[in-house]
Nanobody
Framework: QVQLVESGGGLVQPGGSLRLSCAVSGSIFGISAMGWYRQAPGKERELVASIDTSGGSTNYAYSVKGRFTISRDYAKNTVYLQMNSLKPEDTAVYYC??????????WGEGTLVTVSS
């Protein structure tokens, strides 16, 4: 059974950086893409970034392009989200997602990112 465990959230000042990690326990075989979503209070969950597990192609929400970078380390079975130039509107719970070829979504429990002075 595959489990996703996020880490790296916390409080950061505007303009600062954080790196989120998503450790995948079990094999990523059968997972077509990994991604990061976020959900701010009172808002719907939205896709932040995703990466294809085969070719490595990436996709970003317009609001984070140029500031966030998603990457993967297969040796460590980990997916990262490097977040730079953080803004207060980036404050949210960030969730790691794995999507199987069948369409089934796997989710972590989330990690809170707060951007505030």
């Amino acid at each position: 059974q595959v489990q996703l465990v996020e880490s790296g959230g916390g409080l950061v000042q505007p303009g600062g950086s954080l790196r989120l990690s998503c450790a995948v326990s079990g094999s990523i075989f059968g997972i077509s893409a990994m991604g990061w979503y976020r959900q701010a209070p009172g808002k719907e969950r939205e896709l932040v970034a995703s990466i294809d597990t085969s070719g490595g192609s990436t996709n970003y929400a317009y609001s984070v392009k140029g500031r966030f970078t998603i990457s993967r380390d297969y040796a460590k079975n980990t997916v990262y989200l490097q977040m730079n130039s953080l803004k207060p509107e980036d404050t949210a719970v960030y969730y790691c997602n794995g999507r199987r070829y069948s369409g089934l979504d796997l989710w972590g429990e989330g990690t809170l990112v707060t951007v505030s002075s």
